[in-house]
């Protein structure tokens, strides 16, 4: 029913930023939960950032005070500003929507295709 397109990823120095993006698709957007994981290779895939329907933002960790996430429901998109990026935030980087917020990849009932995000050193 909802359709997640990532976009923005590719290769970057240590230290340097990207911004990623995601378009969906639906009338409903507004409604939704959205949120960013990532998943390097041979390791689960793990929450990053989300932002609520209200606009509440929530990071983890690894990630407070380095990434930004915002959304912009005129466009249907929401977006993570990645700034000082460091080499294990290597990987490959997934939009997802909820009808509620959370921190799990089981609260998200759709996905993108994912974007691959590598920081040399």
């Known amino acids: 029913q909802v359709q997640l397109v990532e976009s923005g990823g590719g290769l970057v120095q240590a230290g340097g930023s990207l911004r990623l993006s995601c378009a969906a698709s639906g009338r409903t957007f507004s409604s939704y939960a959205m949120g960013w994981f990532r998943q390097a290779p041979g390791k689960e895939r793990e929450f990053v950032a989300g932002?609520?329907?209200?606009?509440?933002?929530y990071y983890a960790a690894s990630v407070q005070g380095r990434f930004t996430i915002s959304r912009d429901n005129a466009e249907n998109t929401v977006y993570l500003q990645m700034s000082t990026l460091k080499p294990e935030d290597t990987g490959v980087y997934y939009c997802?929507?909820?009808?509620?917020?959370?921190?799990?990849?089981?609260?998200?009932?759709?996905w993108g295709q994912g974007t691959q995000v590598t920081v040399s050193s």
């Open positions: 932002i609520s329907s209200g606009g509440y933002r």
């Open positions: 997802a929507a909820a009808r509620s917020a959370g921190t799990t990849p089981g609260s998200f009932e759709y």
